[in-house]
């Protein structure tokens, strides 16, 4: 196989493009394409600052890398979750993160669960859920309300995730299999600014995984390669095998599926299924927007865990 470009051997073959390209002409593609996604969903501005949230994945650390390559303002955010289950999840994701914002001289902001919030994500969720089920949903709870909040206190005008193709297929897939109508009008490329909380975007939404793992291998970018150990079993990994063997004989399919669900959702045809939008208002602890009436869903949680450390004698 022969790069497309060059004429030189191909180091990465990407079938549901028909396209073949060599390193140096992949590592070029890849910014490039990033570039035209972050153009054509109008994400973010040349001059606008942005904060990535990073994992110690390939997908976020590729993002951070790329967004620099192209010249944007682009700090990191580390979330420690404590996961340090068999492989030390949580220690070794920081390690990389810090080794990746060190080697470029890049700014990483790092917030720890346990010292920030008195407990590490999986007593949280032992506390919260008394030990029913795993801590996948008090994990996204904790990582939505931190990510907004350093967002929104460290003036940063965009919050970018290393969502890819794989991600938002799987998420599709399964809203679509229940016809969650309000999920699917709110799943985008961008979702804009509201009061109290911050953009949020994911330039990667267009990329398989594999081309992510083919960049951040060629870009000499060192990642974590095992999944968070609670993911193991998961539904999300369930459908993305399920979309995979799709892809297998169907090369494109993954990205014509995201791609016409976004031109329906464009053209208005999810609109009926929107339910009304919540009245929202500052949570009196944190400050952050909620619909109910008392503390905000993370700041009940955190409450709880807190008397649950110190009962009463």
Not at 29 to 36: D, G
Not at 199 to 221: D, H, Q
Request: net charge positive.
């Amino acid at each position: 196989m022969k790069c497309k470009k060059c004429g030189s051997k191909a180091s990465v073959n990407m079938r549901q493009h028909k396209l073949a390209l060599c390193k140096d002409h992949f590592l070029e593609w890849i910014p490039e394409q990033t570039e035209r996604f972050i153009k054509k969903y109008d994400m973010f501005r040349r001059e606008q600052k942005i904060l990535v949230a990073v994992s110690g994945g390939k997908d976020s650390l590729s993002l951070w890398d790329i967004l620099t390559r192209l010249g944007y303002q682009a700090d990191g955010l580390y979330i420690g979750l404590g996961i340090d289950e068999g492989i030390g999840y949580s220690t070794e994701s920081h390690r990389l993160c810090e080794k990746f914002a060190s080697e470029r001289g890049l700014k990483l902001h790092v917030v720890d669960v346990a010292q920030e919030y008195g407990q590490p994500i999986p007593v949280l969720a032992e506390i919260s859920h008394r030990g029913q089920g795993k801590p996948c949903a008090v994990c996204g709870l904790a990582k939505r309300h931190i990510m907004n909040r350093i967002a929104r206190d460290l003036g940063y005008d965009v919050l970018a995730t290393g969502h890819n193709l794989d991600d938002e297929a799987a998420v599709l897939f399964g809203n679509t299999l229940q016809w969650a109508g309000n999920f699917l009008v709110r799943q985008s490329p961008v979702l804009p600014e509201t009061p109290g909380l911050a953009r949020k975007v994911k330039p990667l939404c267009r990329f398989y995984e594999r081309e992510m793992a083919s960049y951040a291998i060629l870009r000499g970018i060192e990642y974590i390669y095992e999944e968070c150990p609670f993911a193991q079993g998961s539904t999300s990994i369930y459908y993305k095998e399920l979309l995979n063997k799709l892809e297998t004989d169907k090369p494109g399919s993954k990205l014509t599926f995201y791609l016409r669900f976004l031109e329906a959702r464009e053209s208005g045809l999810f609109a009926a299924t929107k339910e009304s939008a919540p009245n929202l208002h500052p949570c009196p602890n944190c400050g952050q927007p909620t619909s109910t009436d008392d503390f905000c869903s993370f700041c009940r949680m955190i409450e709880k865990a807190k008397v649950a450390s110190n009962p009463l004698p």
